[in-house]
């Protein structure tokens, strides 16, 4: 089995900096593409950032230039930096990642973590 669990969500203040983690698990072959989604009550989940095995980033609009995604490849972790935080972000934030098995080197799948809360106060 393969999972990812997410962690690092919270209540902030308006400005502050959040660091959230995603850390995949399991009979794990390859990792390729891996990103964190949020969705807030009452919309649509929509994407945030994705960063491919290599490094190369893409942001969603509304967070350039506040936002870094990492990964580190030997702890099949991915880290999303999330600063000056508004009260618009607050979501909860999934990961998911694109992962090929042991018993399924071949067939790469998606999976989803549980989701992390991020609340920020005004």
């Known amino acids: 089995q393969v999972q990812l669990v997410e962690s690092g969500g919270g209540l902030v203040q308006a400005g502050d900096s959040l660091r959230l983690s995603c850390a995949a698990s399991?009979?794990?072959?390859?990792?390729?593409?891996m990103g964190w989604y949020r969705q807030a009550p009452g919309k649509e989940r929509e994407l945030v950032a994705t960063i491919t095995h290599s490094g190369s980033a893409n942001f969603a609009d509304f967070v350039k230039g506040r936002l870094t995604i990492t990964r580190d490849n030997t702890k099949n972790t991915v880290y999303l930096q999330i600063d000056s935080l508004k009260p618009e972000d607050t979501a909860v934030y999934f990961c998911?990642?694109?992962?090929?098995?042991?018993?399924?080197?071949?067939?790469?799948?998606?999976?989803w973590g549980q989701g992390t809360q991020v609340t920020v106060s005004s």
């Open positions: 399991g009979r794990i072959f390859s990792i390729n593409n």
């Open positions: 998911n990642a694109e992962i090929a098995s042991i018993t399924s080197p071949g067939g790469a799948r998606v999976y």
